[in-house]
């Protein structure tokens, strides 16, 4: 403590010195260094001089007041780049000390709050790390949700396990034989104008039913085509239990309730989640690619030209493609 003083002391006074820019100040400063120097060299004869702590923080203090023209004239036993290397040293050591192992960084978690959170992903299988964060803060156990994440997965526990009941693909593959998926795909017609098509496809069957064709699919429109569907499947309406469709704005609460009305599921795809879908999405990438693509001669008719030979505002509904 004693020595920090006297270093500080000597640090301040050089800096006192520094601010007067005073030729005497720059004299004084030079004969100190060379006193200093002459003290060390007395203390260490006949050995080589060996410089302390303290001696280089003194040279180095009071050659900081010596502008640097001056300094190469002065009797030094080092020479001022050393001098410089002290002072980047000094440096190193202070910001080294300051982040020392174990004192930066995230704290670490408590034994206790580890032992918690693993007793509770053992006794609830089917929680994940989020529930089990809100079930710690509803404790007052304050932690964050990936030091959760972290606990579980050092200790071998899967951090987000999958929930109970089937996965999507098992859902797809187990009612298949009562999933209906519907979806919109819009037309270029010859006159420059688009429609759009309604399509329903049975997922057990790969049957297509073309709803209808319209250049305003409103939403009354489309409600209007979920009744015509029902009367369109009559007796297999029974065993149809679930319909896919997405989050279209097409798709009213009026739609979901003809379909509700009939014992059948509505159930949304999440958002840009097209490959929840993948039977209608499938069919209308092969339908744009063989049907809507013009041909590069004339004797084949598309798709395009026949619906342009209609009028999509009175299409009839309820065709059905194999």
């Not at 014992?263 to 339908?287: D, F, S, Y």
Request: with cysteine; net charge positive; hydrophobic share 45%.
């Amino acid at each position: 403590m004693c020595l920090r003083f006297v270093f500080l002391l000597i640090a301040r006074v050089a800096a006192w010195l520094q601010l007067s820019r005073r030729e005497e100040a720059w004299q004084t400063a030079g004969i100190l260094i060379l006193r200093h120097q002459l003290a060390v060299l007395q203390r260490q004869q006949p050995r080589r001089p060996h410089l302390t702590w303290a001696d280089r923080a003194l040279l180095a203090a009071l050659l900081s007041v010596i502008p640097t023209a001056r300094r190469q004239g002065l009797r030094l036993l080092v020479t001022p780049d050393t001098i410089l290397r002290w002072h980047r040293d000094i440096a190193r050591r202070r910001w080294a000390a300051r982040s020392k192992r174990g004192r930066t960084g995230r704290p670490a978690t408590r034994r206790n709050i580890k032992a918690l959170v693993l007793r509770l992903a053992r006794e609830n299988p089917e929680w994940g790390y989020r529930r089990i964060h809100g079930e710690l803060a509803g404790l007052g156990v304050s932690v964050a949700a990936s030091t959760v994440w972290e606990i579980l997965r050092t200790n071998g526990i899967d951090p987000a396990p999958r929930r109970t009941g089937p996965t999507w693909a098992q859902f797809l593959c187990s009612q298949a034989e009562a999933i209906l998926a519907c979806d919109f795909f819009s037309v270029d017609l010859l006159d420059g104008s688009q429609a759009y098509v309604l399509t329903v496809i049975e997922h057990s069957a790969r049957r297509i039913r073309i709803l209808g064709v319209t250049l305003h699919p409103t939403g009354d429109w489309t409600t209007q085509q979920a009744r015509n569907l029902i009367m369109d499947l009559g007796d297999q309406a029974e065993r149809m239990k679930f319909m896919i469709r997405d989050r279209g704005s097409n798709f009213t609460a009026a739609f979901d309730a003809v379909l509700a009305d009939a014992g059948i599921r509505v159930v949304l795809c999440n958002v840009r989640t097209p490959r929840m879908n993948a039977t209608a999405e499938r069919w209308i990438g092969g339908c744009r690619r063989e049907l809507l693509t013009a041909p590069s001669s004339g004797t084949r008719p598309t798709c395009a030209g026949s619906c342009a030979s209609t009028n999509p505002a009175i299409t009839g509904t309820g065709r059905t493609a194999a």
